[in-house]
């Protein structure tokens, strides 16, 4: 709530017929106020600051009327305030950041993270839905529920990093269908041949001789 907003109306009446005993002053007793409310001299109550229900979320005041006589008198009154929470905070991610791994064909609905955010407000309900990196649609993520008022929505954003890691799921497979090498004969093993070569990013071989006289 701003600065000066009128909170309450209290006035206070003196039964005196002489006028400068029946004017009344009105004051804030003690410390519970802090300096965030004030009375103005026909005794409505105002906010004197910014009222911030995550700071404090009542207040007791205690209010005198005091008369103008040769001998004040005077009466107080206790005013409770209470304040009403508004959706004035943002989630607040509860890690800057988050990694995760998952191997590459996990199954659909594989559990990947948690993300998790707080916030402060009163009856908060906080949802999620992805910013960016997801535009290919490889996941989904649990809103856990919607926002009520989609009007007085505040959002906030952290970055998820997930790592897809390999597992062996392919087979090592020839580039070509056959390979023929020219052997000469040398005396001795193991004379090199050829390279066979398979595109599984896995594989490169070298084919040697090792029977030159079966060749």
Do not use: C
Request: charged share 15%; net charge negative.
């Amino acid at each position: 709530m701003p600065p000066h907003s009128l909170l309450l109306a209290a006035p206070a009446v003196d039964g005196d017929i002489n006028p400068l005993d029946a004017a009344i002053t009105y004051s804030i007793l003690g410390q519970q106020s802090k300096g965030l409310f004030y009375i103005d001299q026909q005794g409505d109550i105002y906010s004197a600051g910014w009222l911030d229900r995550e700071s404090q979320a009542h207040y007791w005041l205690t209010i005198r009327a005091t008369d103008s006589g040769t001998s004040p008198l005077h009466s107080t009154l206790h005013v409770y305030i209470e304040i009403l929470d508004v959706n004035d905070n943002i989630p607040v991610p509860d890690s800057p950041s988050y990694s995760a791994s998952v191997t590459e064909g996990a199954a659909a609905g594989t559990f990947v993270v948690g993300v998790t955010a707080s916030d402060p407000d009163l009856d908060s309900v906080i949802s999620y839905s992805f910013g960016s990196g997801n535009e290919r649609g490889h996941f989904n993520i649990d809103p856990q529920t919607d926002n009520p008022d989609p009007t007085l929505a505040l959002s906030s954003s952290v970055d998820v990093f997930v790592r897809v890691l390999d597992v062996n799921d392919n087979v090592p497979s020839f580039l070509q269908e056959s390979y023929n090498f020219s052997v000469p004969f040398i005396e001795g093993f193991s004379s090199w041949s050829g390279r066979i070569e398979n595109d599984a990013e896995a594989f490169a071989g070298q084919v040697k001789d090792s029977q030159p006289e079966s060749v």
